[in-house]
């Protein structure tokens, strides 16, 4: 029973690793290569993934650097706009100080023209007043000196000699 036994296992043992090469080899014909097609598309699919990730990365990097640009524009174009409007009030209040500075010297030329406009008039009326009054003083006096008759002759008399000496 030991030879058998022994020849048993032999065979088992030959048909076990028949078996095992037709099992491998069949594995490898049939299983192996799609396992591997399938681990390669797996680690293809993966690096593929990360690819796309470092391009997504770089644009997101771009994207940022653009948008800190765009909005460096912006702010510097708010920044220009805003001094071209401060240059435009002040340039405005300029001109509406330079038109009020002029309506001002034109009423004060004005006014010191009507002054002395008023003040010739008022010199004018004066003047005549005062003639009017000199020869109302005038008038009285004649009248005073005319009333007595020897005043009279002796008013002729210095006239006359006034005139002769001259």
């Known amino acids: ?22 099992l491998i080899l069949l594995l490898k014909k049939f299983a192996w290569k799609p396992i591997l097609d399938a681990v390669n598309d797996r680690e293809e699919g993966i690096k593929n993934a990360l690819d796309s990730a470092e391009k997504a990365k770089l644009e997101m990097q771009n994207l940022q650097a653009d948008n800190q640009k765009l909005l460096k524009e912006a702010r510097a174009e708010r920044e220009t706009m805003l001094k071209e409007a401060r240059d435009i009030k002040n340039k405005m209040i300029d001109d509406a100080k330079g038109e009020a500075q002029e309506q001002a010297n034109k009423m004060i030329t004005q006014a010191q023209a009507a002054i002395e406009s008023e003040k010739k008039a008022a010199m004018a009326e004066l003047k005549n007043h005062v003639a009017g009054l000199s020869l109302e003083i005038a008038e009285k006096v004649v009248r005073t000196e005319l009333s007595n008759k020897d005043k009279q002759l002796q008013l002729v008399e210095t006239m006359l000699g006034e005139k002769s000496l001259n």
């Open 1 to 22: 029973m030991g030879k058998l036994f022994e020849d048993f296992s032999l065979g088992l043992f030959f048909w076990q690793a028949v078996l095992f090469i037709v």
